[in-house]
């Protein structure tokens, strides 16, 4: 059995940041920065190690239960796009990192759509911390959630 939320919080996700994992987005990103392949290229740049592209947290969709938070959310699923995705890094995050990131409600608020209809519109924030529970990343993501077809 998992520990409790925190108030607020409306899921926790929790990572290893491994150079298997961020050699994928680099080649999936196009990335050709031999900083985030190269450990001695890395190190020569002032990482600890390979640093992770600025996406990598997209990795955490992996580990969640993103049912279960959508279910919460009480969205429907078919009808929702994502407005936008915004990442604040606190620091690198680099491989050999251990992350936690709790997610939780900024804003939930409802609008007219242009077309007609009433459009959701959900602002979450997850902040993930380190090991020693410093915070690494912000992460801001808009979920819409589109009025139903009349």
Request: overall charge negative.
């Amino acid at each position: 059995m998992s520990d409790p939320l925190p108030a607020g919080v409306v899921d926790r996700v929790e990572y290893d940041v491994e150079r298997g994992k961020i050699r994928e987005f680099t080649r999936a990103t196009f990335t050709t920065d031999p900083v985030h392949t190269d450990p001695a290229v890395a190190r020569d740049a002032g990482f600890a190690d390979v640093p992770a592209t600025l996406i990598h947290t997209v990795v955490a969709g992996h580990q969640r239960d993103q049912r279960a938070f959508v279910d919460s959310l009480g969205l429907a699923l078919a009808r929702v796009v994502v407005g936008s995705v915004t990442w604040t890094y606190l620091r690198p995050l680099t491989a050999g990192d251990h992350v936690v990131g709790s997610r939780r409600i900024v804003a939930d608020e409802q609008r007219e759509g242009k077309r007609g209809g009433t459009m959701r519109i959900v602002t979450l924030e997850t902040e993930y911390v380190d090991t020693e529970g410093e915070p690494v990343v912000r992460l801001e993501e808009v979920l819409i959630e589109r009025g139903e077809q009349r």
